[in-house]
């Protein structure tokens, strides 16, 4: 039998009150634990024995278990623990809390319908506002009308956005469903579909995110809405589409998993470019796989045209870059070692790529590092065939065995001597013959040591070392990769690293010379300067210079300054003599206020080119929104003007994807 308590105030005498005052605690001692499931407390409690019910009125307090209901007045029918709840309705447990005028609820199941109600969940700060809600489960609730939004949220306000619709039905944990849904900002409807789909504190769930708005100078307008598909918990599908309204539409799809021994991505897009009356395709894939000990792995990046990233590339660093690569590899270790077999293909994305040397295949073998008595000895060795359209072509063997011996505690001294055997077997030699070869060794030794002083308020370190590479004449080969450049050398080099640690900032500086004895009467070589400050404000700085020449050949510079406590301004530099490049960079990240912030970035050619890339990115956050709005200018050429770009993301937090039909 549950418990309930509760007192009068009225026609009840003074004896009376005494008795329920004194007995009311002995009839709580002597019920079992069990029977404290419900308790009732108000100023006003009848007990109806037929019915098996209690009305309570004034202040009414319903404890359940872990939840409790709050109204003006209630009535609860013992045996079913049904519950009729009238006038400022206030309940609350472990995941919701709802404020209704009427509710009807069985606190054991707690199911029923409420009338006017606000429901609040906790988790994922979820709130739903619907004139007759139904409670179909704990975690189930359907509404004939209803509002969703994750705003903080009151009966009489209207959210800053919010989604209406029918037939609304919310699992709490898994998903939001309604027809006939209206987006409104304010109230104000914005935008109409009728059907939605939307998680409710769930990562992973099928639908749309939200789209991208945007506007070009020469592409046009841009819609791009994307389609999220959660096909399980370990594969998903995302669908694109970029509608320009002055060049076509472009399409793409990417498809995404992950197990025990595989994960992998693969990307695949379609533009049709009415304008430049291209296809454009782009094409990228990364796939791992483990068997035992063995791994392998794909890594594919592919376009069809040099000009795509030009074009079509958001970011700066898409747009400049130089080769795309793609790789593949199957390794297996071997005690102490690992053999692989190993496959690259580079598409040249400025000049024509059939100059550019495919490594198809590479077969490798490598030894680990291992001792041999006061000697340490590791090998690389491979077999590689290297293919293109134009000039050399061929097969080439490499092995490269090294010993290495170091010694001294004061003065470390590390010493090494590698052999090196290349052969190749070459098509279209000319000048080279078709079967030459190489054999030589390289030497190596450097030394170095440190010396540290800890004053009162610093602490000052100096590093100075000198190391010496020689390698003996050699004859010319053909230029396939890095292992050609193995040449006659004889170089020996010198450094000192100077540094200052103070309590709140330090200063580094790194002074290198190296003279080249093999380059007749002028032996130094390039003079470098790296220099680094860090504290108040960070300065980073490099040089080059030659003194054969009596030039500078590189300078680059940085300042990043915190100009207030959320605002860094930054400025750069970059020069290069042998390349005329002379480019100014800078920019500033700020957070403004509480909602809004501002990152700007700005790149100039001083070299003729004026203005390059810039870019603007505003953000303002809401309780439960933010707006991004990006603008950026991209350089043209000679035949086309610069490209201005304006796009806006919206982002609803709380609800990543938005499904619309």
Not at 2 to 8: L, S
Not at 49 to 61: C, S
Not at 276 to 300: A, R, S, T
Request: proline letters at 4%; aromatic letters at 14%.
């Amino acid at each position: 039998m549950k418990q309930a308590r509760g007192y009068r105030r009225e026609t009840i005498g003074d004896y009376l009150l005494f008795l329920i005052f004194i007995l009311l605690p002995i009839t709580y001692c002597l019920l079992p634990a069990s029977s404290w499931a419900t308790t009732i407390t108000a100023d006003h409690l009848e007990y109806f024995k037929e019915e098996d019910k209690y009305v309570a009125t004034g202040n009414v307090r319903i404890e359940e278990k872990d939840s409790v209901l709050n109204a003006d007045k209630a009535v609860l029918y013992q045996k079913t623990s049904d519950a009729e709840a009238i006038g400022n309705v206030i309940f609350e447990d472990a995941e919701t809390f709802i404020n209704t005028e009427r509710a009807e609820l069985n606190l054991d199941t707690k199911t029923g319908r409420l009338y006017n109600a606000v429901i609040f969940f906790k988790k994922g700060n979820y709130w739903v506002n619907g004139e007759n809600v139904q409670k179909i489960k704990e975690d189930h609730y359907y509404a004939n009308t209803a509002t969703f939004t994750t705003c903080d949220s009151e009966p009489s306000s209207s959210p800053d956005w919010c989604f209406k619709g029918s037939d609304v039905d919310i699992i709490v944990g898994k998903k939001f469903t309604a027809k006939n849904v209206t987006y409104r900002v304010k109230g104000l409807p914005i935008l109409y579909s009728p059907y939605a789909w939307a998680p409710v504190k769930a990562e992973r769930e099928t639908g749309f995110l939200f789209p991208v708005i945007g506007n070009s100078s020469t592409k046009g307008f841009q819609f791009s809405p994307t389609f999220f598909w959660a096909i399980d918990e370990s594969k998903d599908a995302t669908f694109y589409l970029d509608y320009y309204s002055k060049r076509g539409i472009g399409t793409g799809i990417e498809y995404r998993y992950l197990d025990f021994n595989d994960r992998g991505r693969w990307y695949i897009y379609h533009l049709k470019d009415r304008e430049l009356k291209k296809d454009f395709y782009e094409f990228k894939g990364m796939h791992e796989h483990q068997l035992g000990d063995i791994k392998g792995y794909v890594d594919i990046n592919y376009v069809n045209h040099e000009d795509f990233y030009k074009k079509y590339g958001y970011k700066r660093d898409l747009r400049i870059q130089r080769f795309l690569q793609s790789t593949g590899e199957i390794s297996a270790p071997l005690p102490n070692s690992r053999l692989y077999l190993l496959g690259q293909y580079w598409i040249d994305l400025k000049e024509s790529n059939a100059h550019v040397p495919q490594r198809l295949p590479e077969l490798g073998y490598v030894v680990n590092p291992v001792n041999l008595g006061p000697l340490m000895f590791m090998m690389s060795s491979s077999f590689t065939n290297f293919s293109r359209e134009k000039e050399i072509r061929g097969q080439r063997v490499d092995i490269n065995p090294t010993l290495s011996y170091s010694f001294g505690e004061t003065i470390p001294i590390f010493q090494s001597l590698s052999l090196r055997e290349t052969a190749y077997n070459l098509k279209n030699e000319t000048p080279y013959k078709s079967s030459p070869h190489r054999e030589t060794f390289e030497y190596r030794a450097n030394a170095l040591t440190r010396f540290i002083k800890h004053y009162e308020s610093f602490t000052h370190i100096i590093q100075p070392s000198v190391s010496y590479t020689f390698i003996p004449e050699t004859h010319q080969l053909p230029v396939f990769d890095s292992t050609e450049l193995f040449d006659k050398t004889s170089v020996a080099s010198f450094s000192i690293y100077n540094n200052l640690a103070f309590k709140n900032f330090s200063l580094a500086a790194t002074v290198g010379q190296s003279l080249n004895f093999n380059a007749g009467d002028r032996p130094l070589s390039l003079t470098t300067l790296n220099a680094s400050l860090r504290g108040p404000f960070t300065l980073t700085f490099d040089a080059s210079y030659d003194f054969n020449k009596g030039k500078t050949e590189t300078i680059n510079s940085g300042l990043s300054v915190k100009v207030a406590d959320k605002t860094t301004v930054s400025i750069g530099e970059r020069y290069a003599r042998a390349s005329k490049l002379m480019q100014y960079t800078a920019g500033i990240n700020s957070v403004l206020t509480k909602r809004w912030s501002v990152n700007a970035n700005i790149w100039y050619d001083a070299k003729g080119a004026g203005l390059r890339d810039s870019t603007l990115k505003t953000t303002y956050t809401q309780q439960c929104w933010a707006v991004n709005i990006l603008l950026t200018r991209k350089p043209g050429d000679n035949i086309r003007p610069p490209e201005y770009n304006f796009l806006v993301f919206i982002e609803l937090k709380g609800v990543g994807i938005l499904k619309v039909l």
